[in-house]
């Protein structure tokens, strides 16, 4: 069982900013693509952005829906065994938890609130 553990969410204003982490204390983050997902309130789960491997032919390529172009990063520090989702101008359309996936695993997923 992979625990993989989300961090970093909250309750924000429109047009602010969060940074989310997920990291796993039992496995090596390393060397599979990692996602971001989130679900909204009576929304499916939908990608946010994914960032492959070091290790995979295509190097640390990264991939985003359209809400988050412009707007969110995703990053990978393997010294730390953690991946970041940072987010910019937050929208109350952002509300949602966001999970993390890797290799079939989901984490508990984070709260992210925008509101005024």
């Known amino acids: 069982q992979v625990h993989l553990v989300e961090s970093g969410g909250g309750l924000v204003q429109p047009g602010e900013s969060l940074r989310l982490s997920c990291t796993a204390s039992d496995l090596t983050l390393d060397y599979y693509a990692i996602s971001w997902f989130r679900q909204a309130p009576e929304k499916e789960r939908e990608g946010v952005s994914c960032?492959?491997?070091?290790?995979?032919?295509?190097?640390?390529?990264?991939t985003y829906a359209d809400f988050a172009k412009g707007r969110f990063t995703i990053s990978r520090d393997e010294s730390k065994n953690t991946v970041y989702l940072q987010m910019n101008s937050l929208q109350p359309e952002d509300t949602a938890v966001y999970y993390c996936w890797y290799l079939g695993y989901w984490g508990q997923g984070t709260q992210v609130t925008v509101s005024s």
């Open positions: 960032i492959h491997s070091r290790f995979s032919t295509s190097g640390r390529s990264i």
